[in-house]
Nanobody, 126 residues
Framework: QLAESGGGLVQAGASLSLSCVSS????????MAWFRQPLGHERSFVAA???????WYGDPAKSRFTVARDRSKNTVYLQLNKLNADDTAVYYC??????????????????????WGKGTLVTVSS
């Protein structure tokens, strides 16, 4: 139901734009979040955007990444700027269907997401 794209191999300092498309209106109406998981490490929170477009960012994403959505395309985006080797990971988008959850609450990773994409790999060479 959710499909990420836009990953690839880039050099340190470069930018990438990740997309997450839903096959229905989920990406337009749900609270959406991005997570990432480096090889051999735990999954961590990157950013979230609620149905009212409230946003929240994890520490690695603050001031470098931007989450946004295009409701006409049922798509959520994650703009990655000033990438460094520590950003190398599989990036996943996910949806939480509760209208009451906040982006900050999702950032605690205490709430299970309802839908997940399969991920897109971002590799940053130093």
């Amino acid at each position: 139901q959710l499909a990420e794209s836009g990953g690839g191999l880039v050099q340190a300092g470069a930018s990438l734009s990740l997309s997450c498309v839903s096959s229905d209106r989920t990406a337009s109406t749900a609270t959406m979040a991005w997570f990432r998981q480096p090889l051999g490490h735990e999954r961590s929170f990157v950013a979230a955007i609620t149905a009212s477009d409230e946003t929240w960012y994890g520490d690695p994403a603050k001031s470098r990444f931007t989450v946004a959505r295009d409701r006409s395309k049922n798509t959520v985006y994650l703009q990655l700027n000033k990438l460094n080797a520590d950003d190398t990971a599989v990036y996943y988008c996910a949806a939480h269907l509760s209208p009451r959850i906040s982006a900050q609450e999702l950032g605690t990773m205490k709430y299970a997401m309802h839908y997940w994409g399969k991920g897109t790999l971002v590799t940053v060479s130093s």
